[in-house]
Structure formats: C-alpha cells, structure tokens
Nanobody, 125 residues
C-alpha cells in the first residue's frame, strides 16, 4: 500500500505561482495512476489533473487547463503540480491521490483509493 504526503502549499497573490509536491512511500511502482484534486469550503472535491503511469499521458480539469502542469518522477516516487497564473478561485485544499491498476487515466475521486492529507493553497486578490 502506498502512502502519500503533500507539501508546497501556502499563500500567494493572484497571478503568482506555486509548486505542489507529493511524496509516495511504501509499495510504490509505476502501476499507480496519480492525480491531484482540490476541495474548497462548502464545495465538492474537484478534479485538477492526472498523469499516467509513465508520466507521458496527462489530463486536466477545464478550470486549470493552460495554467497547471502535472508531472511525475518515478525514480524518486514524486508527483508535482506546477500552478501558474493563480486565481482566487484556485483557493482550496489540494489532495494527491493514487490508483493502483486500470487501463486509463481516471478523473473522478471515487476511482482513487489512496489519498494524502492535503495541503492548503490560498490565493489572495
């Protein structure tokens, strides 16, 4: 079973950038699909981005396309989310998620069985 720990969140002004990191430990391998989700107060958990097992295939939520980039470093069991041109509406707790197995990238939270504790991102206007 893999364990996930996010870091890199914080307070940033609108238009700024942050890079989130997700460290995976335990039984890690390239069989895991990895993703980022976020949840703002009073809202449902929202898909942000996901990356395939080899780091070649990626997909993004409509609200972050062109601004966020997901990547992974399988040699070091890391997943990253580079966030540029941040907006106040990006404010949320960001979660790293992992799915073992499957044949495609999944964009719904219920398809991921392992979650990190989350990291807060706050974008001020």
């Amino acid at each position: 079973q893999v364990q996930l720990v996010e870091s890199g969140g914080g307070l940033v002004q609108a238009g700024g950038s942050l890079r989130l990191s997700c460290a995976a430990s335990g039984r890690t391998s390239t069989t895991y699909y990895m993703a980022w989700f976020r949840q703002a107060p009073g809202k449902e958990r929202e898909f942000v981005a996901a990356v395939g097992r080899l780091g070649i295939t990626t997909t993004y939520g409509d609200s972050v396309k062109g601004r966020f980039t997901i990547s992974r470093d399988n040699a070091n069991n890391m997943v990253y989310l580079q966030m540029n041109s941040l907006k106040p509406e990006d404010t949320a707790v960001y979660y790293c998620a992992a799915r073992s197995g499957g044949l495609t990238i999944y964009t719904t939270a219920s398809n991921y069985g392992t979650w990190g504790q989350g990291t807060q991102v706050t974008v001020s206007s």
